[in-house]
Structures are given as structure tokens and as C-alpha cells.
């Protein structure tokens, strides 16, 4: 079996690991582990796994201990639960970020504009990166993460595009907003269309002041935009309507150092409506956690743990 902390077997070995940590754990939990691992020989191999994840991950180890000092046995098991997954993907988190290598890159808070060759303006947000792939015939741009607002300049016979995860948005003469963010991708326009093309889907034509997402499954319908919502970031705002949570903590992370890891799926569809300043986006977890019935566990200065309140 693989060795990857996505793996289905190992996710449910690491869920056994922390249950059988827990102070509550009886034999009841211990008989129903050895029934699990006998049933198949990689689960043995899946087991083995998660405690090497858990020795590797030894910089919340002293969190640990408070937690199972004092947390609720739930909460504490979905705590545990999450800081193991994340030493399975620890290592290769910054590898798995795109844009190591850009032509342009944002960091942490910070808003750059940048002028391309051809004359055409592009104004990058929080912790975003892109690369410019311009020839005699084309001008594209990559969006590796994060987030853009481009003015195309006019320039017949040669198609301006910009690429993102499987998609590409051809300007029609126009200014429009690219997101890049949790594998999903948002076309915003602000002037005149744009032309979106996603996995085998047939083209989608984006009119001013409309918009449209796609992701890995294609293109979904195109809606009305708010462009006012859409265009915060370039005023230093970050505004949800109706988000996901885990929607919300993967754009926070794009305003903060470090992981923000969500340890229950059940919660993550939660919608949240908020504004924060993007330059004092510190609090903005916590006054998250305020307004819904989930805690924010700040194990290191970066990685904070959301769970829910019991």
C-alpha cells in the first residue's frame, strides 16, 4: 500500500492511533483495533505508518499532553486527530504549494501590482504567484495560487489567457478576476467577457458583472457577481457571504504563516458571512469560532486546530 497520509487506510490507522492514546480508551476499543488490523494484512503495514507520523511530528508534543490533561474526550480525539494527519503532510506542504518558481510572487499580506510586457496590468493578491509564458502568437499566464485582477491590454492577432489548475479564461477586451484557491477557481468580470474553457466541458462565455467556478469536474453555472465583494482584497478586505467554513480557512491561509487544519468534514459546509481587515487578519479564526459552535486551538505559532465546541 501506498505510504501517504491520504490514503484511506491510513487515515482510519492514524484515527485508531488517537483513539487508542485517549485516556477514556477501555477494552472495549482495544478489542475492536485488534479485530480491524487482523482483518487485513496492509492494515498492519497502515498502523506502522501512523506511529512513524506521530514520532516525526514531535512539535506539538507538549500540547499533547495539555490536551489530554484537559480537553472533553470528543474534542480532544478530533485535536489528536488532526495534528497526526498534518505530520503525514507536513513535509511536502510547501512543495505542494504552486509557484516556487514564478516570474511574479506575493508574500504573506502583501498586494503588488505588476506591468507585463505587452502593457497589460496585473494587480496580484495575498500570497499568490504567477508566470508569463508570452510569444509571437500568444500571451498566457499561469496562475499558480492565489488570486489576480487583470487589465488586458488590446492587441489584435494575439489571444491574452490565463491558465489555472485545468482551465484556461481567454479576455474578450476586458478586466477580470482570477481565484486560485482549494483546487477551486473563480473568473470574476469587471469589463466586456471572457471565455472560459474547463476539463472537457464546452466553452463558457462570462459576461460583465457575471462570473462562473470550475474545478477538476468542469465549469459549474454562471451566476451574478457582487463586484464589490469579489474586488475587496484590492482594498485590503476579505469578505465571505455565505461561504463554506472550509472554503474560509483555506483563503485565511493565504493571510496568515502557517496551516489551518479542520478536523471534522461535518462542520466544514457551516456558511459564514464576515468582514475582516486583511492587513490585521490575526483574529479572524477566533472571531470565527465566536459566531459558531467550533474552538480554534493555536498549537504553534503555525498551526492552529479547528474542531467543534462540545
Known amino acids: 500500500m501506498g505510504q501517504d497520509a491520504t490514503d484511506p487506510v491510513v487515515l482510519e490507522a492514524l484515527e485508531w492511533f488517537v483513539r487508542l492514546r485517549d485516556h477514556s480508551a477501555g477494552d472495549h476499543d ?25 514520532k516525526r511530528f514531535d512539535i506539538v508534543q507538549p500540547e499533547m499532553q495539555r490536551l489530554r490533561r484537559r480537553s472533553p474526550p470528543v474534542s480532544r480525539r478530533r485535536v489528536l486527530g488532526g495534528i497526526v494527519l498534518l505530520a503525514g503532510a507536513g513535509t511536502a506542504y510547501g512543495l505542494s504549494r504552486g509557484g516556487l518558481f514564478a516570474d511574479h510572487a506575493t508574500d504573506i499580506g502583501e498586494r503588488r501590482s505588476v506591468l507585463l510586457p505587452d502593457g497589460s496590468g496585473v494587480e496580484l493578491g495575498s500570497y499568490s504567484a504567477l508566470s508569463l509564458d508570452f510569444t509571437q502568437n500568444a500571451r498566457k499566464v499561469v496562475l499558480h495560487r492565489g488570486e489576480a485582477f487583470f487589465d488586458v ?103 496568515r504563516r502557517g496551516r489551518i487544519i479542520l478536523t471534522d468534514s461535518r462542520i466544514g459546509e457551516t456558511p ?10 490575526g483574529d479572524a479564526l477566533q472571531v470565527i469560532a465566536d459566531a459558531l459552535p467550533i474552538r480554534v486551538l493555536q498549537a504553534s505559532p503555525y498551526l492552529a486546530i479547528v474542531y467543534p465546541a462540545r
Open 30 to 54: 482495544r478489542r475492536a483495533f485488534q479485530a480491524w488490523i487482523d482483518a487485513d494484512p496492509s492494515y498492519a503495514a497502515a498502523w506502522a505508518h501512523a506511529e512513524a507520523l506521530w
Open 153 to 255: 491590454a488590446a492587441e489584435a492577432g494575439r489571444s491574452f489567457v490565463v491558465a489555472a489548475a485545468n482551465g484556461l479564461t481567454e479576455a474578450l477586451g476586458t478586466r477580470f478576476d482570477v481565484k486560485y484557491v482549494d483546487d477551486l477557481v473563480t473568473v470574476t468580470v469587471s469589463d466586456h467577457a471572457v471565455l472560459v474553457r474547463a476539463a472537457a466541458a464546452a466553452p463558457v462565455r462570462v459576461e460583465r458583472d457575471w462570473q462562473v467556478s470550475y474545478d477538476h469536474a468542469g465549469p459549474g453555472q454562471v451566476s451574478e457577481a457582487d463586484l464589490a465583494v469579489s474586488g475587496a482584497w484590492r482594498q485590503d478586505r476579505i469578505v465571505f457571504q455565505d461561504v463554506p467554513l472550509r472554503r474560509v480557512l483555506a483563503e485565511l491561509e493565504r493571510y
Open 272 to 281: 459564514v458571512t464576515a468582514i475582516f481587515d486583511a492587513r490585521q487578519s
